[in-house]
T-cell receptor
Framework: KAGVTQTPRYLIKTRGQQVTLSCSPI?????VSWYQQTPGQGLQFLFE???????NKGNFPGRFSGRQFSNSRSEMNVSTLELGDSALYLC??????????????FGPGTRLTVT | DAKTTQPPSMDCAEGRAANLPCNHS???????VYWYRQIHSQGPQYIIH???NNETNEMASLIITEDRKSSTLILPHATLRDTAVYYC???????????????FGKGTHLIIQP
């Protein structure tokens, strides 16, 4: 079974631009979560989508948004890019059908550099 | 979610058992203990999780103390490829689908020495 895939793997953008990142979860997984990883702040939760609905959101400004499609694929968008948005953006998928516990499976990430 | 405390770094000789401690003294009764690891420049990898019983899978064993205030992840025969940052996370279970975000601390940087 294929793992979580993220595209593109690397991206360079200029301040003020916007960017869209894509994530394809493991087949059958309905939950997709997004994380930002920077050297200073570590791994931080952005938001989670389940069945095309955003269920949870971390403490990030409204410039960060996302969506999920009916096939569970997800995109995240960052508008008006700032230098501080340079980071590794990670997507994680989960089966999320257990009433007890679950694990998340992470993709390789998209390395975004803002200049 | 409960806060965890881990040593910032540890060394272990190749072939020996690596024992990574985690303190979670404020854990609640419905919180699970999860372990993930992140090899440099890769996405985090799920290792194991448990509630109160010891757990073992093909990657590792998880030992949780009886009072659940601490746990130890054991890699039985460490290899160079086990060099990574290991994160101990405690979080509630959930119902009805959906997932709250995982709260990653700074983790333990485990270095396997040849």
């Amino acid at each position: 079974k294929a793992g979580v895939t993220q595209t593109p793997r690397y991206l360079i953008k200029t301040r003020g631009q916007q960017v869209t990142l894509s994530c394809s979860p493991i087949s059958g997984h309905r939950s997709v979560s997004w994380y930002q990883q920077t050297p200073g702040q570590g791994l931080q939760f952005l938001f989670e989508y389940f069945s095309e609905t955003q269920r949870n959101k971390g403490n990030f400004p409204g410039r960060f948004s996302g969506r999920q499609f009916s096939n569970s694929r997800s995109e995240m968008n960052v508008s008006t890019l700032e230098l501080g948005d340079s980071a590794l953006y990670l997507c994680a998928s989960s089966l999320a059908d257990s009433l007890v516990s679950y694990e998340q499976y992470f993709g390789p990430g998209t390395r975004l550099t803002v200049t | 979610d409960a806060k965890t405390t881990q040593p910032p770094s540890m060394d272990c000789a190749e072939g020996r058992a690596a024992n990574l401690p985690c303190n979670h003294s404020t854990i609640s009764g419905n919180e699970y203990v999860y372990w993930y690891r992140q090899i440099h420049s890769q996405g985090p990898q799920y290792i194991i999780h448990g509630l109160k019983n010891n757990e073992t899978n093909e990657m590792a064993s998880l030992i949780i103390t009886e009072d659940r205030k601490s746990s130890t992840l054991i890699l039985p025969h460490a290899t160079l490829r086990d060099t990574a940052v290991y994160y101990c996370i405690v979080r509630v279970s959930y119902s009805g689908g959906g997932a709250d975000g995982l709260t990653f601390g700074k983790g333990t940087h485990l270095i396997i020495q040849p």
